[in-house]
T-cell receptor, first 113, second 115 residues
Framework: DGGITQSPKYLFRKEGQNVTLSCEQNLNHDAMYWYRQDPGQGLRLIYYSQIVNDFQKGDIAEGYSVSREKKESFPLTVTSAQKNPTAFYLCASTDSLNTGELFFGEGSRLTVL | GENVEQHPSTLSVQEGDSAVIKCTYS??????FPWYKQELGKRPQLIIDIRSNVGEKKDQRIAVTLNKTAKHFSLHITETQPEDSAVYFCAASSYSGGGADGLTFGKGTHLIIQP
C-alpha cells in the first residue's frame, strides 16, 4: 500500500520541550515538504527537501528543524524556540519529474500544554 | 513573493445547486493553479488543476477557469452533493516542470452542502 505515513497522529508536549514528527513515504518521490495548517490560514510551507542530504527553508521555518538522511524519510523537529507550536502539521511529497501533484500524509496534531 | 487571496471563506449551498469559489494571485509569472479538497479529518487531495496555456478545464461535475489577464481563477462545482462538503484550497506557482516549493496556497473555503 503506497503512500505517506505520519506519526504520531496526536502529540502533547510541555512548553520548553522539543518534539519530532515522523514522515515516511514509499512512493519513491524525490521531493518532500512540511506544511503547517492553522484554522483560516491555509497551508504554510515550513521546510522542503528536493534531494537527500539537502533541504531548504520555507516561509515559516523559524523554530523548526529537519533532516533528510534517507529518500523515504523527512522528520520535522519542533523546537522550544517555536513561539506558537500548537497546530496541525502535514507532510507531503511529489514526483518532481512528473505532474507536481502533492501527496499528503494524514497529519499530526501537536498540542502544547 | 506570490500572494493568493481566496473567497469566500465559507459557502453554504443547497444540495443540487452550483458552487463557485474564486481566487486571485499577484505574480504574473505564475503558470500552475491546482485545487485541493480536504474532507473533515482527512488529508488534502488534488481534485483538478490548470496551467496557464488553458482557459478552462472540466472533470465531470467540477471545472476550473483561468483569466490570466485579470489574474484570477475559479472552481465551479455543479449539482452539488453531500460528499462535496469539505474545505477547498486554491494554489498558484510558477511551476517549471516539478516541485511544489513555489506553491502558495489560499486560506481555504469551507463548503457546506445543505440537504
Amino acid at each position: 500500500d503506497g503512500g505517506i505515513t505520519q506519526s504520531p497522529k496526536y502529540l502533547f508536549r510541555k512548553e520548553g520541550q522539543n518534539v519530532t514528527l515522523s514522515c515516511e513515504q514509499n512512493l519513491n518521490h524525490d521531493a518532500m515538504y512540511w506544511y503547517r495548517q492553522d484554522p483560516g490560514q491555509g497551508l504554510r510551507l515550513i521546510y522542503y527537501s528536493q534531494i537527500v542530504n539537502d533541504f531548504q527553508k520555507g516561509d515559516i521555518a523559524e523554530g523548526y528543524s529537519v533532516s533528510r538522511e534517507k529518500k523515504e524519510s523527512f522528520p520535522l523537529t519542533v523546537t522550544s524556540a517555536q513561539k506558537n507550536p500548537t497546530a496541525f502539521y502535514l507532510c507531503a511529497s511529489t514526483d518532481s519529474l512528473n505532474t507536481g501533484e502533492l501527496f499528503f500524509g494524514e497529519g499530526s496534531r501537536l498540542t502544547v500544554l | 513573493g506570490e500572494n493568493v487571496e481566496q473567497h469566500p471563506s465559507t459557502l453554504s449551498v443547497q444540495e443540487g445547486d452550483s458552487a463557485v469559489i474564486k481566487c486571485t494571485y499577484s505574480d504574473s509569472a505564475s503558470n500552475y493553479f491546482p485545487w485541493y479538497k480536504q474532507e473533515l479529518g482527512k488529508r488534502p487531495q488534488l481534485i483538478i488543476d490548470i496551467r496557464s496555456n488553458v482557459g478552462e478545464k472540466k472533470d465531470q461535475r467540477i471545472a476550473v477557469t483561468l483569466n490570466k489577464t485579470a489574474k484570477h481563477f475559479s472552481l465551479h462545482i455543479t449539482e452539488t452533493q453531500p460528499e462535496d462538503s469539505a474545505v477547498y484550497f486554491c494554489a498558484a506557482s510558477s511551476y517549471s516542470g516539478g516541485g511544489a516549493d513555489g506553491l502558495t496556497f489560499g486560506k481555504g473555503t469551507h463548503l457546506i452542502i445543505q440537504p
